[in-house]
C-alpha cells in the first residue's frame, strides 16, 4: 500500500512540472486539425473520383 501512496504522490509531483497549454492554444491546435482533415479528405475525393473512372475502364477493357 505504502508503494501505491509514493506512486501516486510522484505522480502528482510530476503534473505540477507539466507545461499545459493554453486556451487559446488548444482551440488554435484544434482548428488547424479540423481543417486540415477537410483539406486531407477532400484531397483523396479528388483522387477518387479521378482514378475511378479510370479503373473502371481498364476493368471493362480486360474483360
Not at 17 to 37: H, Q
Request: charged share 15%.
Amino acid at each position: 500500500m505504502q508503494k501505491l501512496i509514493q506512486y501516486l504522490k510522484d505522480v502528482r509531483t510530476e503534473l505540477a512540472k507539466v507545461s499545459w497549454p493554453s486556451r487559446s492554444e488548444v482551440s488554435g491546435a484544434t482548428l488547424l486539425v479540423v481543417v486540415l482533415s477537410i483539406v486531407v479528405s477532400l484531397y483523396i475525393f479528388a483522387c477518387d473520383s479521378l482514378i475511378n473512372p479510370i479503373i473502371g475502364v481498364i476493368l471493362r477493357f480486360n474483360q
